[in-house]
């Protein structure tokens, strides 16, 4: 039996979301489909996280074993030539006995990107959020200084969030503009339903005088969701690198 680490990227707009549906397309089924076809063997993978339907990623891990004399090579290939061109496989890797990637990550990256503009660009639509007001990245990058570190982010999860250890810590927490664009580049050991687009909401809801600069850390002592910004649309968001390596401190994108 061979365990394989696989990374792959997907647009995730025709999809919803990673995890498999019993009404609704998602990308795992569309991954396992294609393996099966490749291997036939039906087999189910384990992916390192669930993101919710229109979300992209850009690094994705998923795991499996295989009882197959088939090598890394044949299978980025192999599905390459069977997924669709909106998921990819950049790289597989032969694992250790066991790796998972879900239970053996400890820790990933998300970027959300908004186009700032009052004109809207059509090749943007499934890509990014936009939003006409205008950003003062400078000013909210500040603000989202107050998530950073070890906080209960209860304020800052979907009332649909069924965890009840809401307790996560974030590594960092940048924003930035580029042209049109803010981006918006978080880390941390873990996140919950809808946490990061909840962040994002609320730095937005600061950067338009809804919220006080300085109110993030009394909104998060709260404990309370609806003293938070809004949910920001998941076209913007991005799975951006997932961590597994015990030395990463949060910062290796720099």
């Known amino acids: 039996m061979k365990y394989f680490k696989v990374t792959i990227a997907y647009d995730g707009t025709a999809y919803h979301g990673w995890q498999r549906q019993q009404n609704s397309l998602a990308v795992q089924e569309v991954f396992e489909d294609a393996l099966e076809d490749l291997t036939g063997q039906k087999i189910v993978v384990q992916g390192c996280s669930r993101t919710d339907a229109g979300v992209h990623a850009r690094e994705y891990v ?18 390459n030539s069977r997924l669709p061109d909106d998921i990819a496989v950049l790289k597989c890797e032969e694992a250790d006995s066991g790796f998972h990637a879900r239970y053996h990550c400890i820790g990933k990256e998300y ?7 009052q004109v809207k660009n059509p090749f943007y639509k499934n890509t990014a959020f936009r939003s006409w007001y205008p950003i003062d990245a400078a000013k909210i990058n500040k603000a989202a200084q107050a998530f950073v570190g ?3 982010f209860k304020a800052m999860c979907s009332s649909a969030c069924t965890k009840e250890n809401t307790v996560r810590t974030i590594h960092h927490f940048n924003v930035r503009r580029d042209g049109d664009f803010v981006i918006f580049n978080v880390s941390g050991n873990g996140f919950l339903y809808n946490m990061v687009r909840i ?7 600061v950067n338009e005088g809804k919220i ?9 002592k709260s404990l309370d969701r609806t003293k938070a910004g809004k949910t920001v649309p998941p076209q913007g968001l991005y799975l951006n690198k997932v961590f597994y390596n015990e030395g990463y401190d949060g910062f290796e994108q720099e």
């Open 150 to 152: 070890t906080h209960d």
């Open 111 to 117: 970027e959300y990107i908004v186009h700032n503009s």
């Open 62 to 79: 998923l795991s499996f074993a295989l009882d197959s004399t088939i090598n890394c090579r044949g299978i980025q290939f192999g599905m």
């Open 199 to 205: 962040m994002v909401g609320t730095l937005l809801f």
């Open 212 to 220: 006080g600069e300085n109110a993030i850390p009394d909104i998060l």
